[in-house]
């Protein structure tokens, strides 16, 4: 299971951390990636960190603003989001999914967990 916290509203510019608590698998074993939604769009990946090595991927508009952890003793995922803008408004799943292989891989693949969701709002 997967649960989220740290969502909410901010201005232009501002920073927001969003956490992800893992419980009932291995999360060494998983690789893990933070999603969004925004209303009218398709779900897409922001972020992923592989298991492994840890190779991060991060999509072109994130570069540079958001940055992706992964702790496997505390079982926890986070995302660290800086100069949010308008567009990054949405709803953030973090997920898991159980593979050896580059996360980026999987950006439009099925995952095996999500979180349930977070709504970031940033205003103008």
């Known amino acids: 299971q997967l649960v989220e916290s740290g969502g909410g509203f901010v201005h232009t510019g501002g920073s927001l951390r969003l956490s992800c608590a893992t419980s009932g698998f291995r999360l060494e074993h998983f690789g893990i990636g933070w999603f969004r939604q925004a209303p009218g769009k398709e779900r897409e990946m922001v972020a992923c960190?592989?298991?492994?090595?840890?190779?991060?991927y991060y999509a072109d508009s994130m570069q540079g603003r958001f940055t992706i952890f992964k702790d496997n003793l505390k079982k926890t995922m986070t995302l660290q989001m800086t100069d949010l803008k308008p567009e990054d408004s949405a709803v953030y799943y973090c997920?898991?999914?159980?593979?050896?292989?580059?996360?980026?891989?999987?950006?439009?693949?099925?995952?095996?967990?999500w979180g349930q969701g977070t709504q970031v709002s940033v205003s103008s």
């Open positions: 960190f592989s298991s492994g090595e840890g190779a991060t």
């Open positions: 997920a898991a999914i159980h593979t050896g292989r580059e996360c980026e891989r999987y950006r439009t693949s099925p995952w095996d967990y």
